[in-house]
């Protein structure tokens, strides 16, 4: 079975992480305006570009994941700017594929108002992608 290269696989890496993090503030940007829409089929429309864009770069997101797993040799931690990367990147990944998952759940109502705890997660994980991608850039910066 032929292998990459490391720099393949960083390279990877880098192209993959992109669509999970502006899908996730996609998404969130879609569930904010939904709210401030005043007629009710921008609103129902806002509300499925949040669902398609969060399960989308949730499913990304295990790409992303996988390639930074087998990049840094199952290194889930590490020190110093790739702990600070790590930080970000779990929990982002654990509520990203939550709230899809949860969006999936109830995508029959998405017609429905998001609720309050929806939201408030859907904001805490797009800041934490936010993060993630920052401490990412500074990886690239001091590699």
Do not use: D
């Amino acid at each position: 079975m032929p292998t990459m290269e490391p720099a393949a696989w960083s390279k990877l890496h880098g192209a993959v992480t992109h669509f999970p993090i502006a899908l996730m503030f996609v998404s969130a940007f879609c569930e904010g305006v939904s709210l401030l829409a005043g007629r009710a089929e921008w609103q129902r429309a806002f509300r499925a570009a949040g669902a398609i864009t969060i399960v989308l770069g949730a499913m990304g997101s295990y790409l992303a994941v996988a390639s930074g797993l087998i990049m840094t040799k199952g290194q889930i931690w590490g020190h110093g700017t790739m702990l600070r990367h790590h930080q970000f990147v779990w929990p982002a990944f654990a509520l990203m594929t939550g709230l899809a998952s949860w969006r999936v759940a109830k995508l029959r109502r998405t017609a429905q108002r998001p609720g309050p705890t929806y939201l408030g997660l859907m904001f805490i994980a797009a800041g934490l992608m936010g993060g993630v991608g920052y401490w990412g850039g500074e990886l690239l910066n001091r590699g």
